[in-house]
């Protein structure tokens, strides 16, 4: 990728991206406009690539309070945290505001406030297990399953349908006295096949362990897998967060 700006919300440049994408699509194309495409080519990402130019404002140096931001909200991980910081500063220095911010008490004396987040960085706490969840990649047809996943009894049958489009080039010679010329003529065939759809049980306490090792049996792509994912979801039968990015 060339040189590219990544602008905020008020049109100020905050970094600039350049390198090399990963892409984990591919798509080919016939001379006579056939084309197969694989995952999804026009979708990349460049990992480390963007270079900061412009200093996001942060109130570290301001007001009596630092408030921390979990990656993932969670109340009880939320409220853990702040009892920590409450055992080893002590009480009522820090406070859960939601499922995402505690808020602590910090020094101001901005020259002591790095050693402060340094002791705070450093506390060690058990924080809630990790939310059951499934992440599925509809680009690159990735599919993580968390270990807290469950599903519910269900039945499943799904169908797929196969294109395969196959070019051939062939060659008009006329005869040496005929004063034509030779000319390609492309000839493309396109053969559709519909695979008859395959029904499995999923009995009570089935792990997506056991979901995964029954798809593949039927012989079913990612792409079907995620299509029997999203289906459980909706009918309720999934213990857990379906994501797609």
Do not use: C, W
Request: aromatic share 4%; charged share 15%.
């Amino acid at each position: 990728m060339m040189q590219t700006f990544l602008k905020g919300l008020d049109g100020q440049v905050y970094a600039v991206a350049q390198g090399n994408l990963v892409v984990s699509g591919f798509s080919a194309t016939g001379a006579d406009g056939s084309k197969i495409v694989g995952n999804n080519p026009t979708v990349g990402m460049i990992s480390s690539g963007a270079i900061v130019e412009r200093e996001v404002p942060n109130p570290f140096g301001r007001g009596d309070y630092i408030t921390f931001n979990l990656f993932e909200s969670d109340f009880t991980t939320a409220q853990r945290l702040a009892d920590a910081v409450n055992q080893f500063l002590g009480p009522q220095m820090a406070s859960a505001v939601d499922a995402a911010s505690i808020k602590v008490r910090a020094p101001r004396d901005l020259s002591q406030r790095v050693a402060f987040l340094s002791a705070i960085e450093n506390l060690e706490f058990n924080p809630a297990d990790s939310a059951a969840k499934i992440i599925v990649n509809s680009r690159t047809g990735t599919i993580v399953v968390g270990q807290n996943v469950r599903l519910k009894p269900a039945a499943v049958t799904h169908g797929g349908m196969t294109v395969a489009i196959k070019e051939n080039l062939n060659v008009s010679q006329p005869n040496a006295l005929g004063g034509g010329q030779t000319v390609v003529v492309p000839n493309t065939e396109i053969e559709v096949t519909e695979k008859q759809g395959k029904m499995f049980k999923l009995e009570p306490g089935v792990t997506l362990d056991d979901l995964v090792r029954a798809v593949n049996e039927v012989g079913a792509a990612p792409s079907d897998l995620m299509a029997i994912l999203q289906a459980l979801k909706q009918a309720g039968a999934i213990e857990g967060q379906l994501i797609i990015i």
